[in-house]
């Protein structure tokens, strides 16, 4: 029977790699990836066609009445990359530079990092190309909500899964749960993760991002025979992924010596005070670090955070922010992907070369889609857990996870990112053979 699959697959679609598809940016960037994982593991071309290509794409046109009585059209988008290993999973954006390609490279994103931390989805991605920073909370309630009914279609507990991303947060889940509440009448709150508590979200959701990077980064010391308390640390980005692995690393022990935002960054070789520095954060009016001043602290900026003296450099906020301009400057040893897609292809080879270990952002900063997961189990089971054991299950997914990627890429004799994409489109592409071709 699987012979035969393949044999039809090889027949009917090798030439299935027409570039309709834009191969720049983060999704040239992913199926450049995949291209490359594909002949290393030498999939069959009708598997690799089918993992090259989302299984479903949707967008939709999002009308709001805003607050002045004009009627503003937003254009709306969730992708469904696979649901090969399970209901698809993933994040919605809302950003002034949402657009299809970027919407699926972060959904394929999501299909490997479900795979790669070995939880049971696929994955999906979705966004609405908007300026929430322009808007009012009203303007982005009305807006959330229809989109949530635009999507309704597709989306469901046993179907897809949406979640936080950048600008959206537990306020957006409730009122997408609450949307879809409303128009089938019941209660529905296994619909979306990351919501918050009383409407069934999971305790350590918040954090979870972040302390999934910190667990990484200590398995990466042990096996680089490094002391938590010798580390110094350099952390582009202190939203919720950046400001969490940096406190958790802290606590552990680690020295902090940079942190930055969108407003400039911090600098002390021997160590900020993580503590001193939330408490200003949580007291800023958009919770920057903006004004934040102490003694043996110098501003510097985001460029120089990248390539500052630190064992270990944690990009935790946008894309593509090491490239091949500034890789052969960066001084960390380590890298750890907290962002999605931080490093440029370009950057990667260089930092290869150059022997940085770089771990990459599908397993660095698969702890929020671990808790997710978890509280979408809580959420089918009408059961909650106590936060120890969301995070001693947290530890037990990732600590396992890091260890097969880390030993499997040592097998391969290869990166740590390309054994992370071997295991998992090797993953994703057993389950699709498995299943077969319908009809
Ligand atoms: P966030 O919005 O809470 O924080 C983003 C941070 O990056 C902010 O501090 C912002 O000021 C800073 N920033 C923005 N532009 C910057 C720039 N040009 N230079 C330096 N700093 C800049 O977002 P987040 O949830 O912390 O997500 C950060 C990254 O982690 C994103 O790539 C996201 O896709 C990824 N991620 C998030 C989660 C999660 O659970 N939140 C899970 C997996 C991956």
Known sequence: METQIQETLLDTQPTLFVSEQTEGGLWGTVLNQLDDVARRLKLNPGIHAILRQPERELTVAVPVMMDDGLIKVFTGYRIQHSSARGPC???????????????????????????????????????????PAQMSEDEVCRMTRRFTAM?????????????????????TMAWMADTVSMLERKTVIDI???????????????????????IITEELLKRVGQN?????????????????????LNQMGCKIVAVSDISGGLYN????????????????????????????????TNAELLTCDANVLIPAALEHQIRADNAPDVQAKMIIEAANGPTTRGADEIL?????IVVPDILANAGGVVVSYFEWV???????WDEDEVNQNLKRIMVRSFKQVYDFAQEQVVPLR???????????AGAVRARGIFP
């Open 418 to 428: 390309l054994g992370a994409y071997m295991l998992a489109v090797d993953r994703v």
């Open 352 to 356: 290869n070369d150059r022997g940085i």
């Open 192 to 214: 979306v993760t990351g919501k918050p508590i009383p409407l069934g979200g999971s305790l350590g959701r918040t954090e979870a991002t972040g302390r999934g990077v910190a």
């Open 228 to 248: 938590l308390s010798d580390t110094t640390v350099a952390v582009q980005g202190y939203g919720n992924v950046g400001s969490n692995a940096a406190t958790i």
């Open 151 to 171: 999507i309704m279609p597709i989306i469901g507990a046993k179907r897809d899964i949406p979640a936080p991303d950048v600008n959206t947060n537990s306020q």
């Open 378 to 384: 809580q959420d089918l089971q009408c059961f909650f």
């Open 269 to 300: 070789p021997h160590g900020l005070d993580i503590a001193g520095i939330n408490k200003h954060v949580a007291a800023h009016p958009q919770r920057l670090l903006e004004g934040y001043e102490a003694p043996g602290v110098d501003g510097i």
């Open 89 to 131: 999973k993933g994040g919605i954006r809302y950003h002034p530079e949402v657009n299809l390609d970027e919407v699926r490279a972060l959904a394929s994103l999501m299909s490997w990092k479900c795979a790669v931390v070995n939880i049971p989805y696929g994955g999906a991605k979705g966004g609405v190309r908007c300026d």
